[in-house]
């Protein structure tokens, strides 16, 4: 299977990475969400009651970036390449193989959007933990390329599904423990992959409970973004 599905793989990866739009948002949103989005965050959760510091939010946005263009990415990944894929899995590929491709593409432009996200922050306020870091930015990444391809597997208008990935995004970035005083939302798919950040970013170590969740959170969004990649490649008749 592996072997049938890097090819396309490598196919959809280039299909994706040639936009020039695409090569813009993999700069421009980093910048952006470490840059700006950071100083929003660090004055709504301070708004909130929440103890999100200023050092603290520039670490995380690099995160929101990584999760905020893999999501939306991974959404289109799936809604706008539907006929597309269901012909390849006709043509003798497979769902499967159809579905391991995409998903192979998505973890490539992933690694890459996080890539970018990471050297930002890095630039801009230094790293105490990179390697944690790197880990925890690039597993936002992950767990929005599960949200995103969910979404697109079931919403098929390209502008219904933005906006509940926006919607989406913006009830787990601002409802986090850090952003308020409130208990009522403690659990958010992002929230151990955030402590991690965080905790990275002030060059403080993390316990072994917040790693084993945001790898448990990860690995759950990938087998979600493989059957959401399957169920779009694969025929009624299926």
């Known amino acids: 299977m592996l072997s049938a599905a890097l090819p396309t793989a490598a196919a959809f990866t280039r299909e994706h990475l040639r936009a020039p739009l695409t090569l813009v948002l993999l700069i421009w949103i980093p910048v952006f969400f470490v840059l700006i ?4 965050l660090g004055d709504f959760a301070t708004a909130l009651g929440g103890t999100l510091a200023s050092q603290s939010a520039t670490a995380i946005s690099a995160g929101w970036a990584a999760a905020f263009l893999s999501g939306t990415l991974a959404f289109f990944q799936v809604s706008s390449s539907r006929g597309a894929d269901r012909r390849l899995s006709v043509a003798g590929l497979g769902p499967w193989r159809v579905a391991t491709a995409r998903i192979a593409a998505a973890c490539a432009i992933g690694i890459a959007v996080s ?24 597993s936002f990444a992950v767990i929005y390329i599960g949200l995103g391809a969910l979404i697109g597997a079931f919403v098929k208008g390209a502008l219904e599904g933005s906006l509940l990935i926006i919607l989406l ?3 787990d970035a601002f409802s ?5 005083s409130s208990g009522a939302l403690a659990w ?32 759950g969004a990938l087998a979600v973004a493989l ?8 025929t009624r008749a299926e």
């Open 37 to 40: 989005f950071a100083t929003v």
């Open 115 to 138: 890539a970018f996200a990471f050297v930002t922050l890095w630039l801009r306020s230094g790293i105490g933990h990179p390697l944690h870091a790197a880990v925890a930015i690039l």
């Open 169 to 171: 995004f913006s009830l």
């Open 176 to 180: 986090s423990p850090e952003m308020t």
């Open 188 to 219: 958010t798919p992002t929230r151990d992959a955030a402590n991690l950040l965080i905790a990275a970013g002030g060059g403080q170590g993390s316990p072994s409970a917040d790693w084993l969740g945001m790898a448990a959170v990860a690995l």
């Open 227 to 234: 059957a959401a990649f399957w169920r779009a490649a694969r």
